[in-house]
T-cell receptor
Framework: AQRVTQPEKLLSVFKGAPVELKCNYS??????LFWYVQYSRQRLQLLLR??SRESIKGFTADLNKGETSFHLKKPFAQEEDSAMYYC??????????????FGKGTKLSVIP | GAGVSQSPRYKVTKRGQDVALRCDPI?????LYWYRQALGQGPEFLTY????????KSGLPNDRFSAERPEGSISTLTIQRTEQRDSAMYRC??????????????FGPGTRLTVL
């Protein structure tokens, strides 16, 4: 069965410091991975996907199949980056649909 | 344009009561998903609709939970004889198409259910 692990519940960094939010996955097929973000009082929204290989709001994430990881990185944290971040794996459920499996999330707090 | 909407936003009920949670997806979106998120956890898949067809209900925890989408638009998640362990945030998401190719899922604001 597929699984997504985010080992840190809370990550605090100072403004301007580098950020790395860790995500590891377990999946027997070819993985499609995403990062979702939830800012305070807002709904869950897509931040980036590994297929597009783009940088969104300064964040990047590289899929490392050897280490089964998809860590989210940003070189210089900003206060507005403070939010809840979820790593998610898109996979076949085995019961008729493709679905997202989410990690437990990491709360990023950027200290001014 | 309007995003996914859910109602009510907050629901407090007593143990044993039935509740119905509503999701209004983005107009024209084919796929609709329900997720449940307990405190300190990530969203957990409950069920999936392709138009009006419930194609996957493997995530529904037991037979007290049911969902429908009769006209391929609005969906209702019903929990019968609620229990305290049902307390959670219930999230709905929709996407333009379904199938194996990933299409971004757009989430609603969620319904916070509290069972006393």
């Amino acid at each position: 069965a597929q699984r997504v692990t985010q080992p840190e519940k809370l990550l605090s960094v100072f403004k301007g410091a580098p950020v790395e939010l860790k995500c590891n996955y377990s999946y027997s097929g070819s993985p499609e991975l995403f990062w979702y973000v939830q800012y305070s009082r807002q709904r869950l929204q897509l931040l980036l996907r590994h297929i597009s290989r783009e940088s969104i709001k300064g964040f990047t994430a590289d899929l490392n199949k050897g280490e089964t990881s998809f860590h989210l990185k940003k070189p210089f944290a900003q206060e507005e980056d403070s939010a809840m971040y979820y790593c998610a794996l898109h996979s076949y459920s085995g019961a008729g649909s493709y679905q997202l499996t989410f990690g437990k999330g990491t709360k990023l707090s950027v200290i001014p | 344009g309007a995003g996914v909407s859910q109602s009510p936003r907050y629901k407090v009920t007593k143990r044993g009561q039935d509740v119905a949670l509503r999701c209004d997806p983005i107009s024209g979106h084919v796929s609709l998903y329900w997720y449940r998120q307990a405190l300190g956890q990530g969203p957990e898949f409950l069920t999936y609709f392709n138009y009006e067809a419930q194609q996957d209900k493997s995530g529904l925890p037991n037979d007290r939970f049911s969902a429908e989408r009769p006209e391929g638009s609005i969906s209702t998640l019903t929990i019968q004889r609620t229990e305290q362990r049902d307390s959670a945030m219930y999230r709905c998401a929709s996407s333009p198409t379904g199938g194996s190719g990933y299409n971004e899922q757009f989430f609603g604001p969620g319904t916070r259910l509290t069972v006393l």
